[in-house]
């Protein structure tokens, strides 16, 4: 990940110029225990099951990646010279836990592993908000009632 010290002052400037939106509630929810949550993961790593049309630049929807994905199969189309795919190159549940969400799974931890989920990072967030209201739906008709998020 770069720090905004590495960026070329023109990217710095545009990123310190974004609007960050501020809530004013802090939502609670409850749930089951852990043990029977089902669990999904939703990343803004620009994640797609191979064969999938690759993220266009900017790009505000979600591609969805099913839980028996192989690893060997989740592609990254995010490309930049400001982002390090060094660690998904080398272990892909860095920004997809696909393994890690299996064996808490079997041992019993969670209840279950949903569809994943992933967005392209670097887009403005007020065109993503119609995508994610639409995947919380999808998200929901899964019975997943917990979810990782993933800012990558």
């Not at 070329?8 to 409850?30: S, Y």
């Not at 979600?62 to 028996?68: K, M, S």
């Not at 041992?107 to 993503?128: K, N, Q």
Request: with cysteine.
């Amino acid at each position: 990940m770069a720090r905004m010290t590495d960026l070329p002052e023109r990217t710095q400037a545009a990123l310190a110029a974004l609007d960050c939106p501020r809530f004013e509630k802090q939502p609670f929810i409850g749930g089951p225990p852990l043990s029977r949550r089902r669990v999904a993961v939703v990343s803004s790593a620009g994640l797609m099951a191979r064969g999938d049309r690759p993220f266009a630049g900017g790009e505000a929807g979600y591609r969805a990646i099913p839980q028996a994905t192989p690893g060997r199969d989740v592609l990254m189309s995010h490309v930049s010279v400001n982002y390090d795919r060094t660690g998904f190159q080398q272990d892909i549940n860095v920004v997809l836990p696909l393994d890690r969400l299996s064996e808490l799974a079997a041992e019993g931890v969670i209840g279950s592993v949903g569809e994943h989920y992933s967005f392209m990072g670097a887009t403005d967030p007020t065109l993503m908000q119609p995508e994610a209201r639409a995947l919380a739906g999808r998200l929901k008709a899964d019975g997943v009632d917990a979810v990782v998020l993933l800012p990558v």
